[in-house]
């Protein structure tokens, strides 16, 4: 039997009706007339089922079949054609008129359908027994089509003409909003192209926005910021949009980000999918004309679970109600383009369908059936319906557009490399919109013509990947944005990194509880008449001299910290001498005291003359900067005490302030006093250890250009002199009308201001009130949270000074440079005693547009695998190391071939995934490979790391991970290979051994290396004595080599040796 429709499939219950030489079957709705064709008495039937005349049974083999209609061309269309396309409850998909990556999907036909015409339509429908059609754009919803559909008895995924004015009517989805309290911007509608005008001249908004009330492909939208623009836009939408700007819409500009959050409906109920947002302007950095959409990913992160709760609330479900009210039910998908505002989210505008690109990154993530989502919505059962989005992974989408787009561009373009890009790798999709088939050719034929879709665990990986697979497409003019998603990965750094002061190896709390522990000891020494050191071989000063009458002697020492590695590493040693005064002046300028003098004191392993005259220099100009005398010093030259190249600086000075003068002036510090802040140079000369760990992570040079400065090398720009203030601020403090002055300095803002402030006050500051240079934006990028910014880095204030309001324009008058950048509150105990508002979004605006510059922060790390048989204490030295978020390496996975060791434990303890393979289930060693690899395998792992797995692994398991397969052996190889290392060291006689990362080769610890580390043999020492120090040498050696491998700058070659980069 041949059907006249093979796109239906076939159904368990049918009834059959003898009608002449052909056989009915009623098929749930429809009645399908087959021809009979008999054979031996039996009526053989084609394609999936048959018949038996003798019983009239009908012989169904498969379950219930339908077909689904898709209506548009677009890349949403075929986003939507491949998902409904893997439905098993559908025999087939029609795309009408669909394009050439619909053409190619499996189980999806193209099809010739005029839109427009709604009788075609149903006719089509009815020939071809479509059982639902599903309305990709907006403009045959705003037509009526779903009305027409629905009046023919055709399942409808889409809104009737009533309800779709939610998008095809700004003026009237507007006006809904305000009667159903759905929020959104202020607003007017206006006929008069000059009431409009009149209305802009009238208001006093931060901004306006000028849209055209109707359809207008997604281009009747001028966004504008002042008066004038505003005036020249209402003249562009009233006349460049046909009947669509015969009515115009006139709202406020809001701030915020601009999210889009989608819902299934089917007019009562709704399921929210995951935010996401799409990124519409040509040009990275949101820079360029309107489009289209560029790319898109979900979800996105910049709306939280209470928003999006909110949103669901006060938006979608409020709406969906409000039209059923209004008796225009909503069915199908609802978009609300929404702005999270500091008041929270309003609303854009709504679309009656799914979006585009939002679509190609939301649907990878559903995990339901998409069809049987589609006809809970239709059926209006939509709440017995259990629609999920995979919550572990993210989506991003990258749109390939003509050169010329989105003006005018040439068609008809040979696309290459699709094909390749999908090959092998699931997680990779290429979603067609302009494309179509020129005889075997893959051509363009539209403005956007491809979207690049990945899916990962990582948004950063995922978009990175995204954009690394389109850079393989090919055309003429093809162009597209790199910068997908950066706003997310760059906010997810700066709110939820864990990089910490800490993990540099600076604690600071424990330098707190030092700090405590020595202050009565210190305090012990103090004695009466202490004005000079003993003999006559220092300086001398004579503070009559200097014009004091009954001063205060104030003295300050201090360092310049790991910010030397920054010089000697750089080879940049003439402003290091500056910070090093400048940490000194600044600290006795704060209790109101002018530096008089100056000693410097400089060591190093051997004495290089041009360094360490450049490094003085240094100091002499900062001296001179501070207005105090350089009377002495000390050049220690001590062999073996430092590496070669390596120098360290201290610093002394005393100042001089009258005893009236002397600040802080604690008791008269009040709430409501006035904080005026003076501008940092940037780092000055604190946090460099960190600083320094995050330089090492980026794989960056410091004669590389700065990401946040390219005119600039990093080295340079780490390297500013930290500022000066004396000559500054001497004139203000010496008014009597400041009442304390702090020096953000180690510690930072949230450390150091409370060190002058009683304890019953806190302090506020607003960071918007003064520049946060854009290092401090590069760190933020990297991972360094707003909490740990604030209370290691200045921020951008060097210096803050307490002032009553009073007198606010007196000092101003003295500090032309000053800012007032906060002011005093009432503290609380608990609460803390330094309150930065804004400081996040200012840290997160800035590493935004340093995401591109910095490939680091997008390169996905390596996946690992650490396989184990014990106690795993160098899996736990690897944890560690890559705990913060600055590997290059992520362990994703731990295998042990024994059940209940610690290892176990300790990577359950991290978070990471593990399972337990034991080797005795298994008849061979060949058997217990292949299941490694298999798990290996399926967690995509590229690295492998042997910590303490105590089988021998097969030749064919060490040729299928060649490369990627690193072991630790304790000695220095290729001394001391095998069982009892450290015997064997001690039997001959060495002094010297230690541990050896290596690439596994099939002869045992023969494999190339990848880094050692030197353990010296004591005299006296036991084998155990032994064991324990060259452990401690594995846990730097292995994170070392997992490293070095992960970043690339070790790969194994051909031949087997390691190459270096």
């Given at each position: 039997?041949?059907?006249?429709?093979?796109?239906?499939?076939?159904?368990?219950?049918?009834?059959?009706?003898?009608?002449g030489?052909?056989?009915?079957?009623?098929?749930?709705?429809?009645?399908?007339?087959?021809?009979?064709?008999?054979?031996?008495?039996?009526?053989?039937g084609?394609g999936?089922?048959?018949?038996?005349?003798?019983?009239?049974?009908?012989?169904?083999s498969?379950?219930?079949?339908?077909?689904?209609?898709?209506?548009?061309?677009?890349?949403?269309?075929?986003?939507?054609a491949?998902?409904?396309?893997?439905?098993?409850?559908?025999?087939?998909?029609?795309a009408?008129?669909?394009?050439?990556g619909?053409?190619?999907?499996?189980?999806?036909?193209?099809?010739?359908?005029?839109?427009?015409?709604?009788?075609?339509?149903?006719?089509?429908?009815?020939?071809?027994?479509?059982?639902?059609?599903?309305?990709?754009?907006?403009?045959?919803?705003?037509?009526g089509?779903?009305d027409?559909?629905?009046?023919?008895?055709?399942?409808?995924?889409?809104?009737?003409?009533?309800?779709?004015?939610?998008?095809?009517?700004?003026?009237?989805?507007?006006?809904?909003?305000?009667?159903?309290?759905?929020?959104?911007?202020?607003?007017?509608?206006?006929?008069?192209?000059?009431?409009?005008?009149?209305?802009?001249?009238?208001?006093?908004?931060?901004?306006?926005?000028?849209?055209?009330?109707?359809?207008?492909?997604?281009?009747?939208?001028?966004?504008?910021?002042?008066?004038?623009?505003?005036?020249?836009?209402?003249d562009?939408?009233?006349?460049?949009?046909?009947?669509a700007?015969?009515?115009?819409?006139?709202?406020?500009?809001?701030?915020?980000?601009?999210?889009?959050?989608?819902?299934?409906?089917?007019?009562?109920?709704?399921?929210?999918?995951?935010?996401?947002?799409?990124?519409?302007?040509?040009?990275?950095?949101?820079?360029?004309?309107?489009?289209?959409?560029?790319?898109a990913?979900?979800?996105?992160?910049?709306?939280t679970?209470?928003?999006?709760?909110?949103?669901?609330?006060?938006?979608?479900?409020?709406?969906?109600?409000?039209?059923?009210?209004?008796?225009?039910?909503?069915?199908?998908?609802?978009?609300?383009?929404?702005?999270?505002?500091?008041?929270?989210?309003?609303v854009?505008?709504?679309?009656?369908?799914?979006?585009?690109?939002?679509?190609?990154?939301?649907?990878?993530?559903?995990?339901?059936?998409?069809?049987?989502?589609?006809?809970?919505c239709?059926?209006?059962?939509?709440?017995?319906?259990?629609?999920?989005?995979?919550?572990?992974?993210?989506?991003v989408?990258?749109?390939?557009?003509?050169?010329?787009?989105?003006?005018?561009?040439?068609?008809?373009?040979?696309i290459?490399?699709?094909?390749?890009?999908?090959?092998?790798?699931?997680?990779?999709?290429?979603?067609?919109?302009?494309?179509?088939?020129?005889?075997?050719?893959?051509?363009?034929?539209?403005?956007?013509?491809?979207?690049v879709?990945?899916?990962?665990?990582?948004?950063?990986?995922?978009?990175?990947?995204?954009?690394?697979?389109?850079?393989?497409?090919?055309?003429?003019?093809?162009?597209?944005?790199?910068?997908?998603?950066?706003?997310?990965?760059?906010?997810?750094?700066?709110?939820?990194g864990?990089?910490?002061?800490?993990?540099?190896?600076?604690?600071?709390?424990?330098?707190?509880?030092?700090?405590?522990?020595?202050?009565?000891?210190?305090?012990?020494?103090?004695?009466?008449?202490?004005?000079?050191?003993?003999?006559?071989?220092?300086?001398?000063?004579?503070?009559?001299?200097?014009?004091?009458?009954?001063?205060?002697?104030?003295?300050?020492?201090?360092?310049?910290?790991?910010?030397?590695?920054?010089?000697?590493?750089?080879?940049?040693?003439?402003?290091?001498?500056?910070?090093?005064?400048?940490?000194?002046?600044?600290?006795?300028?704060?209790?109101?005291?002018?530096?008089?003098?100056?000693?410097?004191y400089?060591?190093?392993?051997?004495?290089?003359?041009?360094?360490?005259?450049?490094?003085v220099?240094?100091?002499?100009?900062?001296?001179?900067?501070?207005?105090?005398?350089?009377?002495?010093?000390?050049?220690?030259?001590?062999?073996?005490?430092?590496?070669?190249?390596?120098?360290?600086?201290?610093?002394?000075?005393?100042?001089?302030?009258?005893?009236e003068?002397?600040?802080?002036?604690?008791?008269?510090?009040?709430?409501?006093?006035?904080?005026?802040?003076?501008?940092?140079?940037?780092?000055?000369?604190?946090?460099?250890?960190?600083?320094?760990?995050?330089?090492?992570?980026?794989?960056?040079?410091?004669?590389?250009?700065?990401?946040?400065?390219?005119?600039?090398?990093?080295?340079?720009?780490?390297?500013?002199?930290?500022?000066?203030?004396?000559?500054?601020?001497?004139?203000?403090?010496?008014?009597?009308?400041?009442k304390?002055?702090?020096?953000?300095?180690?510690?930072?803002?949230?450390?150091?201001?409370?060190?002058?402030?009683?304890?019953?006050?806190g302090?506020?500051?607003?960071?918007?009130?003064?520049?946060?240079?854009?290092?401090?934006?590069?760190?933020?990028?990297?991972?360094?949270?707003?909490?740990?910014?604030a209370?290691?880095?200045?921020?951008?204030?060097?210096?803050?000074?307490?002032?009553?309001?009073?007198?606010?324009?007196?000092?101003?008058?003295?500090?032309?440079?000053?800012?007032?950048?906060?002011?005093?509150?009432?503290?609380?105990?608990?609460?803390?005693?330094?309150v930065?508002?804004?400081?996040?979004?200012?840290?997160?605006?800035?590493?935004?547009?340093?995401?591109?510059?910095?490939?680091?922060?997008?390169?996905?790390?390596?996946?690992?695998?650490?396989?184990?048989?014990?106690?795993?204490?160098?899996?736990?030295?690897?944890?560690?190391?890559?705990?913060?978020?600055?590997?290059?390496?992520?362990?994703v996975?731990?295998?042990?071939?024994?059940?209940?060791v610690?290892?176990l434990?300790?990577?359950?303890?991290?978070?990471?995934?593990?399972?337990?393979?034991?080797?005795?289930?298994?008849?061979?060693?060949?058997?217990?490979?292949?299941?490694?690899?298999?798990?290996?395998?399926?967690?995509?792992?590229?690295?492998?790391?042997?910590?303490g797995?105590?089988?021998?692994?097969?030749?064919?398991?060490?040729?299928?991970?060649?490369?990627?397969?690193?072991?630790?052996?304790?000695?220095?190889?290729p001394?001391?290979?095998?069982?009892?290392?450290?015997?064997?060291?001690?039997?001959?006689?060495?002094?010297?051994?230690?541990?050896?990362?290596?690439?596994?080769?099939?002869?045992?610890?023969?494999?190339?290396?990848?880094?050692?580390?030197a353990?010296?043999?004591?005299?006296?020492d036991?084998?155990?004595?032994?064991?324990?120090?060259?452990?401690t040498?594995?846990?730097?050696?292995?994170?070392?080599?997992?490293?070095?491998?992960?970043?690339?700058?070790?790969?194994?070659?051909e031949?087997?040796?390691?190459?270096?980069?």
């Amino acid at each position: 039997m041949y059907s006249r429709f093979p796109e239906v499939g076939c159904l368990k219950e049918c009834q059959i009706i003898p009608a002449g030489n052909s056989l009915l079957g009623r098929i749930g709705h429809r009645v399908v007339s087959t021809p009979v064709f008999t054979r031996r008495g039996h009526l053989w039937g084609g394609g999936k089922y048959a018949w038996d005349i003798s019983s009239f049974g009908f012989l169904w083999s498969n379950c219930k079949m339908s077909v689904v209609l898709v209506l548009g061309s677009g890349g949403r269309e075929h986003a939507l054609a491949t998902a409904l396309a893997s439905s098993p409850s559908l025999a087939s998909v029609l795309a009408a008129p669909g394009n050439a990556g619909t053409h190619s999907t499996p189980r999806v036909t193209n099809i010739a359908i005029n839109v427009k015409d709604h009788q075609s339509v149903v006719a089509t429908c009815r020939e071809r027994g479509v059982s639902v059609v599903v309305v990709g754009p907006e403009d045959p919803l705003a037509d009526g089509l779903a009305d027409s559909l629905n009046d023919a008895g055709i399942k409808v995924f889409g809104p009737s003409k009533g309800a779709a004015q939610i998008e095809s009517s700004k003026a009237w989805a507007k006006d809904f909003m305000q009667r159903h309290s759905v929020p959104t911007a202020r607003y007017r509608t206006f006929t008069s192209p000059a009431d409009a005008k009149e209305f802009i001249k009238s208001e006093s908004w931060c901004g306006y926005v000028v849209k055209a009330s109707g359809l207008a492909a997604g281009k009747g939208v001028v966004v504008t910021t002042s008066v004038a623009e505003a005036l020249e836009a209402v003249d562009t939408v009233s006349n460049s949009f046909g009947v669509a700007g015969d009515t115009l819409v006139v709202e406020e500009l809001l701030q915020g980000e601009e999210v889009s959050v989608l819902c299934f409906t089917d007019g009562t109920s709704i399921s929210v999918m995951p935010p996401a947002q799409d990124h519409k302007r040509l040009k990275e950095g949101d820079q360029g004309p309107n489009t289209g959409g560029m790319g898109a990913y979900c979800p996105c992160p910049l709306v939280t679970q209470q928003q999006l709760e909110t949103v669901r609330e006060t938006v979608l479900q409020r709406t969906v109600d409000g039209l059923r009210e209004e008796g225009i039910p909503f069915v199908g998908v609802l978009y609300a383009g929404l702005m999270m505002t500091s008041s929270g989210p309003k609303v854009l505008e709504f679309n009656c369908r799914f979006g585009d690109p939002e679509t190609q990154v939301i649907l990878p993530l559903l995990r339901s059936d998409l069809y049987e989502v589609v006809m809970g919505c239709v059926e209006r059962r939509l709440g017995n319906v259990d629609v999920k989005f995979d919550a572990e992974m993210s989506s991003v989408a990258v749109c390939l557009v003509s050169g010329g787009y989105p003006g005018s561009y040439p068609k008809g373009k040979v696309i290459t490399g699709v094909e390749d890009v999908t090959k092998d790798d699931a997680s990779v999709r290429v979603y067609h919109a302009g494309t179509k088939l020129d005889s075997d050719a893959l051509v363009t034929s539209g403005g956007r013509v491809l979207a690049v879709t990945v899916t990962d665990r990582s948004l950063a990986a995922a978009a990175a990947k995204a954009t690394g697979v389109a850079g393989k497409i090919h055309f003429d003019g093809v162009f597209y944005r790199k910068d997908i998603a950066a706003k997310a990965i760059t906010r997810n750094a700066v709110s939820q990194g864990g990089v910490t002061y800490k993990d540099s190896g600076v604690d600071i709390e424990a330098g707190d509880a030092l700090v405590a522990a020595i202050k009565d000891v210190a305090a012990a020494t103090s004695r009466s008449g202490v004005v000079g050191g003993l003999g006559s071989f220092g300086g001398l000063f004579d503070v009559k001299a200097a014009g004091y009458k009954d001063p205060l002697l104030v003295s300050g020492t201090d360092g310049v910290g790991t910010k030397l590695k920054v010089a000697q590493a750089a080879g940049i040693h003439g402003t290091v001498g500056q910070d090093l005064v400048a940490m000194c002046v600044n600290d006795v300028l704060v209790h109101g005291a002018e530096p008089l003098f100056y000693l410097d004191y400089f060591a190093t392993g051997k004495l290089e003359v041009g360094v360490a005259a450049s490094v003085v220099k240094g100091v002499a100009e900062g001296c001179s900067l501070a207005g105090c005398a350089l009377i002495g010093g000390e050049t220690a030259e001590m062999p073996g005490l430092y590496s070669p190249g390596e120098y360290d600086l201290a610093g002394f000075t005393v100042g001089a302030v009258e005893k009236e003068n002397l600040l802080p002036r604690i008791s008269a510090i009040a709430d409501g006093d006035v904080l005026i802040g003076l501008a940092s140079s940037g780092l000055h000369s604190n946090g460099f250890s960190l600083v320094r760990r995050i330089v090492e992570a980026a794989n960056l040079s410091y004669s590389d250009p700065a990401p946040f400065c390219p005119s600039n090398t990093l080295g340079s720009e780490l390297l500013k002199p930290t500022r000066i203030y004396p000559k500054m601020l001497l004139a203000a403090l010496r008014s009597g009308l400041v009442k304390a002055a702090a020096h953000i300095t180690g510690g930072g803002l949230t450390e150091n201001l409370p060190r002058v402030l009683p304890e019953h006050l806190g302090a506020s500051l607003r960071a918007r009130r003064w520049t946060v240079q854009p290092v401090f934006q590069w760190l933020a990028a990297h991972g360094v949270s707003p909490s740990e910014m604030a209370r290691t880095f200045n921020c951008g204030l060097g210096m803050v000074l307490v002032v009553a309001p009073t007198d606010l324009d007196a000092v101003m008058k003295l500090l032309p440079e000053g800012q007032v950048v906060g002011a005093l509150r009432p503290h609380t105990q608990g609460s803390s005693r330094v309150v930065l508002e804004g400081l996040e979004d200012v840290l997160r605006e800035g590493a935004s547009s340093l995401v591109a510059k910095c490939p680091s922060l997008t390169a996905p790390r390596r996946k690992v695998a650490v396989l184990i048989s014990g106690s795993g204490t160098n899996l736990q030295a690897l944890l560690d190391h890559t705990r913060s978020g600055l590997s290059s390496a992520q362990i994703v996975l731990v295998i042990s071939n024994v059940a209940g060791v610690k290892g176990l434990q300790r990577a359950q303890d991290a978070g990471v995934a593990t399972t337990v393979i034991p080797h005795k289930n298994y008849k061979s060693r060949l058997d217990f490979d292949a299941a490694l690899t298999k798990a290996l395998e399926e967690a995509d792992i590229e690295l492998i790391c042997l910590a303490g797995f105590m089988r021998i692994l097969t030749g064919e398991f060490v040729r299928r991970w060649r490369g990627r397969l690193l072991n630790i052996h304790p000695s220095l190889l290729p001394a001391f290979k095998g069982m009892h290392a450290q015997r064997q060291a001690l039997e001959a006689g060495v002094t010297l051994t230690g541990c050896t990362v290596h690439f596994v080769s099939e002869e045992v610890d023969c494999g190339a290396v990848v880094t050692q580390e030197a353990v010296p043999v004591l005299v006296g020492d036991t084998e155990d004595e032994l064991v324990e120090r060259i452990k401690t040498a594995e846990h730097k050696a292995f994170p070392r080599a997992m490293e070095m491998v992960a970043r690339g700058k070790v790969r194994l070659g051909e031949d087997g040796k390691c190459i270096r980069t």
